[in-house]
């Protein structure tokens, strides 16, 4: 058996070396040494995983085009849940390396309530016993109660609390749905292991560009919760698409929000045809190059799958560059695509 050794270079600047066996995956070599790479369902469908190989040859087993595309592939992106090194390789990993050390944990919570934002969302609110240290962005998975299945979503409120929000798109029939609909009540236990992803906001540095579309809106509530907190001299644009004008739920807050920290625009769009707006269609409709300055700025996104590909496609036919480019998509779970 051969060994490769494989470097692992953090945001914050940290490289830590780990050695990966011939037959072995690099984020089960990565936990071996106990750091803990962003990662969830390990079967190269969510992209949480997703690194940049700088250096280096490698097998990638199965992947989804949902979580990596062929081009991304091509330019020397990997899911590091797939990767099995055949050389030494230096790979870019888009998190700290505090957050690599910091094992998802599962913790109870209590719900508080559950609102009905509107036909298509709903809003849970949950006192958890012990605060969890997430980034702003981050998501968690939570157990449906009940049911023996679990769903991601994004904090909506800032870390630090032991009163945790979330933002849920009402999809009828589906499993969190129904419980929120139809089952929860005050007190139901649930359980809550995360925090993860490496959708986060990192330091402002320059212009931010945050594009939301529906319940993806949750994330950047996180964001500029902690905005508020920590202030900014960088503006901030948030671009919120829905479907209709009763799907801008949580506006009222996005907009105190963008008055306590200032130099924060918001945008809405509707995608509804008989909706009357100033803004009608897909946030494609309405970004231009102008929008990205010239490439100094660092672009939020996050929304469903759909969403996510048509504006990563159309900043491709911009041809300008973010300095800095971050998306998640709402992706359903592994056992739904695997039975779509
Ligand atoms: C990292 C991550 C973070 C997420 N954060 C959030 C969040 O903050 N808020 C939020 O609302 N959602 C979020 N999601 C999506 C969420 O995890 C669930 O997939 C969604 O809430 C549906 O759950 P459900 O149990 O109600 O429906 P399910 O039982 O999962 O599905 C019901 C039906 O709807 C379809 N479906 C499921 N998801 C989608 C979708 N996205 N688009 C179209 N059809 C779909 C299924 O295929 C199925 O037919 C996130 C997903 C990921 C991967
Ligand atoms: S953890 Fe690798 S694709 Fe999900």
Redesign the pocket.
């Known amino acids: 058996m051969t060994t490769y050794n494989v470097a692992l270079n953090f945001e914050d600047g940290v490289t830590r070396v780990i050695q990966c066996d011939d037959d072995e995956k690099v984020t089960d070599a990565a936990f071996r040494q106990k750091i803990n790479l962003p990662m969830?369902c390990r079967d190269g469908v969510?992209?949480?995983c997703k690194c940049f190989a700088e250096k280096g040859e490698y097998e990638l087993e199965f992947y989804m085009d949902e979580s990596m595309s062929d081009e991304e592939a091509e330019q020397g992106y990997v899911l590091t849940c797939q990767m099995i090194p055949e050389s030494d390789c230096v790979l870019r990993v888009p998190a700290s390396s505090s957050v690599c050390k910091t094992a998802p944990e599962s913790v109870e919570g209590a719900v508080q309530g559950v609102d009905r934002l509107s036909e298509t969302?709903f809003g849970l609110r949950v006192k958890l016993a012990r605060p969890i240290a997430f980034l702003p962005g981050q998501?968690v998975n939570v157990a449906?109660p009940g049911t023996g299945?679990h769903?991601?979503?994004?904090?909506?409120s800032a870390p630090g609390s032991d009163e945790a929000t979330?933002?849920?798109?009402?999809?009828?029939?589906?499993?969190?749905?129904?419980?929120?609909a139809e089952r929860a009540k005050p007190c139901d236990t649930v359980t809550l292991t995360g925090p993860?992803?490496a959708?986060y906001l990192r330091p402002i540095e320059r212009a931010q560009l945050w594009l939301a579309g529906?319940?993806?809106l949750?994330?950047f509530l996180s964001m500029l919760e902690q905005v508020a907190e920590q202030g900014s001299d960088h503006p901030i644009v948030l671009y919120y698409a829905v479907t209709r004008a009763a799907d801008l739920v949580e506006l009222d807050r996005v907009e105190d929000l963008a008055e306590r920290i200032g130099n924060v625009t918001v945008i809405t769009i509707l995608a509804a045809e008989e909706e009357a707006h100033e803004r009608k269609g897909f946030v494609t409709d309405h970004l231009g190059a102008e929008d990205l300055k010239g490439g100094d700025c660092d672009v939020y996104l996050?929304g469903?799958?759909?969403m996510v590909d048509a504006v990563r496609a159309h900043f491709g036919k911009l041809g300008v560059e973010p300095a800095s480019f971050h998306y998640?998509?709402?992706?359903?779970?592994e056992?739904?695509?695997a039975?779509?």
């Open positions: 969830d969510c992209g949480t969302s998501y449906v299945v769903r991601s979503y994004s904090f909506s979330f933002l849920i798109r009402n999809l009828p029939g589906g499993v969190m749905s129904s419980y929120l993860m992803g959708f529906g319940t993806g949750a994330p996050c469903p799958p759909p998640e998509k709402f992706n359903p779970t056992a739904e695509v039975a779509a």
